[in-house]
């Protein structure tokens, strides 16, 4: 059923307008790039900060409110371009290993920081200017900054599609 949705929206004029314009899917691409510095670099920071590793002296709420609002146009700069890539070209992506672990983990950073901002984040006036943040702040801190280095790491592995586990093309989904 997955693979009939994406090979549908391979067959729209638009999808393939994209997928055949000279430098629509490069730009795409760049702008994805960029925006994932941006997010990297500011996400990075802020989980550091929870994680104890970085920016103590500062209080949490000062880097929270210091660095999510560009992260955030980041974020949304990325999401946008990320699924427009998956537009293009979606039957290069859907049998795809590395896109599909990038995938699986963008899952956990985002169920990471829900748990975080739902729970955690709740008693931040009691631990605000500490320099080091409560056991499960910091863990999720952690949790945040190894699964963003994932994230990189696997959507750049995304471009050599012939490197994955054998078990993986053992289902037949092979590049």
């Known amino acids: 059923m997955l693979r009939e949705l994406f090979e549908w929206v391979e067959a729209f004029p638009s999808s393939l307008s994209l997928r055949e314009s000279l430098n629509g899917y490069v730009y795409c691409l760049t ?41 955030f146009v980041g974020l949304g700069i990325n999401a946008i371009t990320g699924i427009l ?18 995938m699986g983990m963008l899952v956990v950073v985002a169920v990471n920081a829900a748990y975080f901002h739902m729970n955690i984040e709740k008693s931040v006036d009691k631990w605000d200017s500490d320099p080091i943040a409560p056991l499960q702040a910091r863990v999720a801190g952690y949790v945040s900054l190894a699964f963003w280095f994932g994230i990189i790491a696997t959507g750049r592995m995304v471009a050599y599609s012939g490197l994955v586990p054998q078990w993986w093309l053992d289902l037949g989904l092979g590049s």
């Open 31 to 71: 702008a994805h790039v960029a925006s994932m510095g941006l997010v990297a670099g500011l996400i990075g920071f802020w989980d550091m900060r929870l994680a104890g590793l970085a920016l103590r002296g500062i209080r949490v709420t000062k880097v929270q409110s210091g660095l999510f609002p560009l992260m």
């Open 85 to 102: 890539m998956v537009y293009a070209q979606p039957m290069r992506y859907y049998p795809n290993f590395w896109f599909w672990m990038k």
